[in-house]
């Protein structure tokens, strides 16, 4: 299985902040990766796929990059609506894993 | 646009068996080429079940592969998810989901909105 680590666990932030979150696989998935925002209650919502293409609707504060290992997700400028838990996704081999969540909560 | 809606018991007993139904609106199930099931246990992280194509085949997370069958009834325009030998490890939110729309687009969307299944006696 390909192993995913996002870092760090808990972010603690303001409005107004850039926020980036990291995103590590244990073998080379190209740019096969997801990330997701999930409130609590709710389900996942995608934001990015393909490592930086961002889902139509999603507001241009998101971005991803990375290719390989390793992978960023950023919010520009933390918004109020922003505080969640983000989970990255690799669908470059079975089984498809996601990492272990970031919660990005008011500092 | 496609909606997803999970349904099933919410309370399943030890050893027994958990079945969920995936109902897809808003258009034909054939409409994507996968559909998957992905659970969240209490307070955890995301854990993909497996996944059926709508012409039936499937993949299945090897972790729970010998538990696990998912199929398809587009008679319907539903598909299923069918996890045997259940314990309290298995309590979980259970949502359905499409994931691919075309080749490559392998990543999750849209989601169901997810139903909690307990496993107890």
């Known amino acids: 299985d390909t192993q995913m680590t996002q870092s760090p666990s808990i972010l603690s932030a303001s409005v107004g902040d850039r926020v980036t979150i990291t995103c590590r696989a244990s073998q080379s998935i190209s740019t096969w990766l997801a990330w997701y925002q999930q409130k609590p209650g709710k389900a996942p919502k995608v934001l990015i796929y393909?490592?930086?293409d961002l889902e139509s609707g999603v507001p241009s504060r998101f971005s991803g990059s990375g290719s390989g290992t390793e992978f960023t997700l950023t919010i520009s400028s933390l918004q109020p609506d922003d505080f969640a838990t983000y989970y990255c996704?690799?669908?470059?081999?079975?089984?498809?894993?996601f990492g272990q969540g970031t919660k990005v909560d008011f500092k | 646009q496609v909606q997803l809606q999970e349904s099933g018991p919410g309370l399943v007993k030890p050893s027994g068996t958990l079945s969920l139904t995936c109902a897809v609106s808003g258009g034909s199930i054939s409409i994507s080429n996968w559909w998957s099931w992905v659970r969240q246990p209490p307070g955890k992280g995301l854990e993909w079940i497996g996944e059926?194509?709508?012409?039936?085949?499937?993949n299945y997370n090897p972790s729970l592969k010998s538990r696990v069958t998912i199929s398809v009834d587009k008679s319907k325009n539903q598909f299923s998810l069918k996890l045997n030998s259940v314990t309290a490890a298995d309590t979980a939110v259970y949502y359905c989901?499409?994931?691919?729309?075309?080749?490559?687009?392998?990543?999750?969307?849209?989601w169901g909105q997810g139903t909690l299944v307990t496993v107890s006696s």
């Open positions: 393909k490592a930086s």
């Open positions: 996704q690799q669908y470059n081999n079975y089984p498809w894993t």
């Open positions: 989901a499409s994931n691919g729309w075309f080749g490559s687009s392998r990543w999750f969307d849209p």
């Open positions: 059926v194509h709508h012409s039936g085949g499937t």
